[in-house]
């Protein structure tokens, strides 16, 4: 073989190896773009079966965590967009990284809230937990975001229990989302914040049994039996503030709770 094949060869070889590179970035950076709408369980599981149904659906038992910012839309009326924007994404970067932080991860964005979920694509153990800290840490960034000249204060409804996880949509616009009854009651719960303003963190009992033995379980109060918007049974709930309890101050910071002089009203 004279010389000029051998350097064809070689250059051919050159660029097949080049090409194998740039398709393996294009790849990886599809694949981390696609985290960002899809939980990367739930990719790898696509990637690894041959035949993959989108449209398949998985029952699971989670925790569900709705939060709201309170009175954003009033509160941020006056602000340009480009600053509301601004100003969502870098509250809801911190919240993802304290949900991630705690095995969990931000489903869907309802504007000025979110949807959170533990325990699933991949199942938790006393995900309740891992969502209870989760909480106390978003609400000990109290005073870090400032709105309208004053912190913003946030509402966070959780409820336990069992939902149907899956792609729902059509063949053009899918969104991989859990629905059920455990994520209606989470919104529902994270709208009695609004009714009983001193308790930022409204549970249920599912919530709240499976907290037992946790540091702060006998912090948690409970409400009693309360009606919720959809239910025709009223639902027993459980409240619980960071801001009030004065054993608190002695707390080590486990959890993220702020020293008691450092919260509001103190």
């Keep these: 073989m004279g010389i000029a094949p051998q350097i064809a060869i070689s250059i051919h070889n050159a660029r097949s ?28 599981r696509y990637l690894a079966t041959a035949e993959a149904d989108l449209f398949g659906g998985d029952v699971a038992s989670i925790t569900a965590m709705f939060l709201d910012i309170r009175g954003f839309t009033a509160r941020s009326e006056d602000m340009e967009a480009s600053r509301i924007v601004s100003f969502l994404n870098a509250y809801f970067e911190r919240c993802s990284v304290i949900i991630s932080e705690n095995h969990g991860h931000i489903n869907k964005y309802t ?14 153990q006393r995900c309740a937990n891992l969502a209870f800290d989760a909480a106390a840490k978003i609400l000990n960034l109290y005073g870090s975001f400032v709105l309208g000249c004053e912190p913003i204060e946030v509402g966070i409804g ?13 063949q053009t616009k899918i969104e991989y989302t859990a629905i059920g009854d455990t994520v209606n009651v989470a919104a529902r719960l994270q709208e009695l914040t609004k009714t009983f303003q001193e308790f930022p963190l409204i549970m249920s009992r599912h919530s709240w049994n499976e907290l037992a033995g946790h540091p702060y379980h006998d912090m948690i109060r409970n409400l009693g039996k309360l009606e919720i918007r959809g239910k025709k049974e009223k639902l027993e709930a459980f409240g619980f503030s960071p801001f009030e309890d004065h054993r608190l101050s002695g707390l080590d910071n486990e959890v993220g709770f702020l020293p008691l002089h450092r919260i509001k009203g103190v």
């Design 111 to 124: 504007g000025d809230g979110f949807l959170a979920i533990f325990g699933a694509p991949e199942p938790l």
């Design 17 to 44: 190896y080049q090409q194998i590179q740039e398709g393996r970035q294009r790849e990886f950076k599809l694949r981390r773009l696609f985290e960002k709408y899809v939980p990367a369980p739930i990719i790898k």
């Design 158 to 170: 959780l409820h336990s229990g069992t939902a149907t996880l899956g792609n729902i949509g059509s």
